[in-house]
């Protein structure tokens, strides 16, 4: 099997995921995915795909991620990882990550601020006199 690459996407983020079968080690910009992400809530949800279709171990996944914040970055690498997966084997995994969940993509985006107002939805203080 060669290289499969896939693009996830949360918020700003944008995490471009390049799978190849290995042992199981995920690079992120260069860095191991303990020092990229140091905390264990987001190294789960990094880990996601491959705990639910089995496939722990079974892939090195190299990343390059851009944008947004850290929670965002984590989505934006799980659904990438997941489109990676698909294209892998689809009959295998994309019943068990579409159950998951893992498949959609997250399409809420921050809402812009509008002129007048100090933000999307909030007004300025309101005086009668």
Known sequence: MKQ???LGRRKSAVARVYVVPGK????????????????????YIV???FEVTGTTAQFDVKVNLD?????GQAEALR????????EID?????PALKAAGFLTRDAREVERKKPGQPGARRRFQFSKR
Do not use: H, M, W
Not at 90 to 94: G, N
């Open 4 to 6: 499969v690459n896939a």
């Open 79 to 86: 659904l990438g990882i997941s489109r990676a997966l698909c």
């Open 67 to 71: 944008g947004g914040g850290i929670k």
């Open 47 to 49: 880990n996601q795909p």
């Open 90 to 94: 689809k009959e295998a995994y994309r």
């Open 24 to 43: 199981g080690d995920i690079t992120i910009n260069g860095r191991e995915l303990n020092d990229y992400f140091k905390e264990d809530t987001l190294r």
